[in-house]
Structures are given as C-alpha cells and as structure tokens.
C-alpha cells in the first residue's frame, strides 16, 4: 500500500478513503478497534512492550522537535506571504494536488507513516480540499505559542472522536501495554499530521503551495533487532481478515509490523541524552556506544554518541531507570525533560497570561525575539525585509522591554499604545539624524503592531499616548514617566532622551 503511493496516488487515496469508511462502520467504533489492532502488535511482536517504552521519549522529543520547526516554518508563511489569503484563493482543485501529493510523498517514505493514516480521519482528501479552512484550522491548532525553544509536550492534535474516546480509555485500569498503545497512537496521529523526520503532510503541503522543495528527508539508520522476530510471517488478526478479506488484511497487517519496528529502530540510532539531536549516521561509519548495564540486564540499547551525553543523561534522567524493567509511568516521567523547563524560563518573552491568544503574526515576533535576545523589536520595511531595532542599553530600554513582556502576554491595548508610540519616535529621531532605517515610517509601524496584537484602533490609542506627552511639562515619552526618582537625574541629561522629547507622532 505505501508503494501504491507514489505510483498512483488517486488510486491510493481511494483505497484509504474506502479503508476509512469500512472503519467507521465497525460495531464498537473505529477507536476501539484501531486501539485492539495497535494493541496486538505490542503484544505479539517480541519484547514489544519493553520496545515501545524504551523508544517512547524518543518518540515524543523528536515530534516536539519537528513541530517547532514547523510552527517557525509556518509562521514566516503567514506574516511574509499572505499564507492564508492565497490558500482559501487558490480554489479546491489547487488545495486537493497539493495535499494529495504531499500526503502521497510523506505516506511512501515508510511503512510506518503510511499506517498512521489508520489513526488520522482527518486526513481526508475530500473534505480538506472542499474546504481550505480545515487545513488551515489543522495547522493552527498544533502551532506552538513560540517556536524559539523546543517544548517538552508536543500539541496533539485535537480530535472530538478520538479524544472523547482516550479520555474514556484513561479512566480504565489499564495494562502497561494498553497505556502505551494509547499514548503511540496519540503521538503517531500528531506525527503523520504535522510530521517528523520522514514526513510532515503539513510542511509539505506548505512548501509544495509556495513551489519550494520539500523537506530533506533524511533517513534514519535502523540498528538490527537484537532477536530477530521469530513468528514475523504470522497472519493478520481474524477481525481484520474479517473486514478486509483475506488478501487486504495481510497487506495491512504486514504494514502495520513493519511500521511498529522502524518505529521502535530508529528511536535506538538516536544518542539517548535528551538534550542531543545526534543520531548514527547512516553510512555506519560511527557506532554510538551503550549503556552496558541496560544491556546486559535488559537488553535493552541505550546509545551514546560521547561519553560527554552519557554522563549528563545519567544525572539527570538514566540512573533511575538504568537496567531496571520500565513501566509506562517512569517513561512518561523521563519525557518531561527539566532541561526544557530551563530553557523555557530563560526566555525573555514568556507564555501568554490570562486566557490571552495571541495570533500567528505576534507568535512570529515573539519567536523572533526570543531567538535574538539583543534584538528589542523586529520591524519589516516596505519590502518586508526584517529591520532589528536595537534601543541601545540603558533604562529606556529595560522598560521598552518591561512593556514589551506585558504587552506580548496579555496583549493590553494601553500598552502596545505605549511600545508602539516609543517605536514611532525612536524612528522619526533616526530619520531626523539622517539614517534611513529601511523608510519605516509611524504609520508603517502602526499598522504592523495593530496585525499583531489584532488591534484594529491602535493607531486612535497611540495618538492618545501622543497626547499624554505633549501634556508632561517635559514632553517626555510617556514610556518613560514614570522612571524611578534615583534615574529621573539621568533621564533628564541623556541626549537621546531630550531627542525624543522634541519629536510629535503623527500618523498622516
Ligand atoms: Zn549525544
Ligand atoms: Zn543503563
């Protein structure tokens, strides 16, 4: 079936399609009996259970990885090139060749791709290219609120049916092996959708639209199994030779193993420590070592790429599970990574606050801040080249930036009045000494900041602000009224502070 990909994907299409609806007349539901089917291929394939669990935080790192990247691939689509107005423009046959091909692309990569489609009812050619904002409604609901790290829990990808339906299942008490094949089935779906390494239907569809290449695709060296599956040629299980005949069953079935394998190899050519994307590389030339204890007790392959990861992950993460039988709870543990809690407070813009949503243009500049912690503001030219606004160190600074944090995670319209205004004369200052600054004028960044934080007034509020400086006896921007008495001194000598005092925002 992964072949039939490439070489007919109409055909290929079809038959997913025709697959997808005989799942959904299956009397428990299709949920139910996608679970049983995941479930059994835990439990018949050798040391499946201790497989899975073992490269289950592989699993999860990689997808958080890929959904970053994605988010900041996204991101640049939709704040340079009008993503969103072109793709509802572009008309359903346009829509539908970019998906199909993308789906197709992705789906013959592997084996293992092409079964998580089973899971992905979304994924549906008909529906997504009659209506362009579901593809657009999937993308928005696994972008990342700032792409500038890498989060320690990817966004899965909602689903009403499947998510009613694991809520229900996580209320039973459930085997290690139904634990897992829940948690696999609920990262494989946010895999195929918005992909890792071998595939991303999103990132493709995306670059495919705006005619660019698709992703490398770099595929992972697989390590042999240490045992090799004595009883792989088994048959396909009765209830699906039951719903598929004989001859699709074992087709699928056959695809299914395979995919659960390359599945559980590739998370062992990876260097274990978390904060490492290192992976063997595929021409064998390098062998990563082992973690000796874990092999020989478990046989499990814990692999290193230096003894510089084996000694951090040891620390932080492998001691308590080095040679010891896992269970699904001490695996869902080693996932929260308290690396990634580290990076995350070292940013310098936080996570939104108070229920605020930020939209895809401001995700964008808080990404591209955080990515560049000297960079105060990343305004675009009238050619929509990025011009990095450094305010020079000092006080106006550090409350440009107090502001900026409040303003970038409650999204108040006071504040981004106050940034935006200082913005405007920081601006007007450098036209009036001479430097062009790319010919960013108010109005240019007025209207940027009102996209952002999705505020269609912003320039009445900053024509307020305009007002409260020319009420202060100093005409000093309001920004910077209410500096602390101990720098006011300064304040009042610094030139570039005077500068500013003398300029009126207008807005023609
Ligand atoms: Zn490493
Ligand atoms: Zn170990």
């Given amino acids: 079936m992964a072949q039939d990909a490439l070489r007919d994907p109409e055909k290929w299409n079809d038959a997913w399609d025709a697959f997808l609806k005989r799942h959904r007349a299956?009397?428990?539901?299709?949920?139910?009996?996608?679970?049983?089917?995941?479930?059994?291929?835990?439990?018949?394939?050798?040391?499946?259970?201790?497989?899975?669990?073992?490269?289950?935080?592989?699993?999860?790192?990689?997808?958080?990885?890929?959904?970053?990247?994605?988010?900041?691939?996204?991101?640049?689509?939709?704040?340079h090139d009008a993503f969103e107005v072109k793709w509802m423009d572009a008309g359903s046959e346009v829509r539908g060749r970019h998906i199909l091909g993308a789906m197709a692309a992705v789906c013959s990569k592997a084996r293992n791709l092409n079964?998580?489609?089973?899971?992905?009812?979304?994924?549906?050619?008909?529906?997504?290219?009659?209506?362009?904002?579901?593809?657009?409604?999937?993308?928005?609901?696994?972008?990342?609120?700032?792409?500038?790290?890498?989060?320690?829990?990817?966004?899965?990808?909602?689903?009403?049916?499947?998510?009613?339906?694991?809520?229900?299942?996580?209320?039973?008490?459930?085997?290690?092996?139904?634990?897992?094949?829940?948690?696999?089935?609920?990262?494989?779906?946010?895999?195929?959708?918005?992909?890792?390494?071998?595939?991303?239907?999103?990132q493709f569809t995306m670059r495919s639209f705006f005619n660019k290449p698709p992703p490398e695709l770099y595929v992972e060296k697989h390590r042999k199994p240490i045992k090799k599956p004595k009883d792989q040629e088994k048959g396909a299980p009765a209830e699906l030779v039951a719903l598929l005949g004989a001859e699709a069953a074992n087709i699928q079935w056959r695809d299914h193993q395979a995919g659960v394998k390359a599945r559980h190899s590739e998370c062992l050519a990876r260097c274990s420590y978390m904060s490492c994307t290192k992976t063997e590389p595929p021409d064998g030339s390098v062998k990563f070592s082992r973690c000796k204890s874990?092999?020989?007790?478990?046989?499990?392959?814990?692999?290193?790429?230096?003894?510089?990861?084996?000694?951090?992950?040891?620390?932080?993460?492998?001691?308590?599970?080095?040679?010891?039988?896992?269970?699904?709870?001490?695996?869902?543990?080693?996932?929260?990574?308290?690396?990634?809690?580290?990076?995350?407070?070292?940013?310098?813009?936080?996570?939104?606050?108070?229920g605020y949503?930020?939209?895809?243009?401001?995700?964008?500049?808080?990404?591209?801040?955080?990515?560049?912690?000297?960079?105060?503001?990343?305004?675009?030219?009238?050619?929509?080249?990025?011009?990095?606004?450094?305010?020079?160190?000092?006080?106006?600074?550090?409350?440009?930036?107090a502001g900026r944090v409040y303003a970038m995670t409650t999204g108040n319209e006071l504040c981004v009045g106050f940034i935006a205004h200082y913005l405007c004369l920081w601006f007007l200052a450098k036209a009036e000494d001479g430097s062009s600054h790319g010919g960013i004028t108010p109005k240019m960044i007025v209207a940027q900041l009102a996209r952002e934080f999705e505020l269609d007034r912003l320039g009445e509020t900053v024509l307020a602000v305009q007002q409260m400086q020319n009420e202060h006896p100093l005409r000093r921007p309001p920004l910077l009224t209410d500096a602390p008495p101990e720098l006011l001194a300064s304040l009042n000598e610094d030139e570039n502070v005077k500068k500013l005092c003398g300029i009126v925002v207008t807005l023609d």
């Fill in 26 to 79: 299956f009397p428990n539901g299709p949920y139910d009996y996608l679970f049983q089917y995941a479930l059994k291929v835990i439990q018949e394939i050798p040391r499946g259970l201790e497989g899975t669990l073992a490269g289950y935080p592989g699993l999860v790192r990689g997808t958080c990885a890929i959904q970053r990247n994605i988010t900041a691939e996204a991101l640049d689509h939709f704040a």
């Fill in 115 to 202: 079964e998580a489609r089973n899971y992905c009812p979304e994924l549906s050619l008909r529906r997504l290219r009659l209506d362009g904002k579901l593809f657009l409604g999937l993308l928005n609901s696994v972008l990342l609120e700032d792409a500038s790290f890498i989060p320690s829990k990817p966004i899965f990808v909602p689903h009403a049916g499947w998510d009613a339906w694991a809520a229900a299942q996580s209320k039973l008490n459930d085997s290690e092996e139904e634990k897992i094949a829940l948690a696999e089935i609920m990262i494989l779906r946010t895999k195929l959708i918005c992909g890792r390494g071998l595939g991303h239907v999103i």
């Fill in 294 to 354: 874990c092999f020989e007790k478990m046989q499990r392959q814990v692999l290193y790429c230096s003894g510089a990861c084996q000694k951090a992950d040891w620390k932080l993460r492998h001691k308590a599970i080095c040679g010891k039988a896992l269970d699904f709870e001490t695996v869902s543990r080693a996932v929260e990574h308290p690396l990634s809690a580290f990076t995350s407070d070292m940013r310098t813009i936080g996570p939104p606050i108070d």
């Fill in 357 to 401: 949503k930020r939209s895809l243009a401001l995700t964008a500049q808080v990404t591209a801040l955080n990515m560049n912690p000297t960079v105060d503001y990343r305004l675009y030219d009238a050619h929509n080249a990025p011009v990095d606004v450094d305010l020079g160190a000092g006080y106006p600074q550090e409350i440009f930036r």
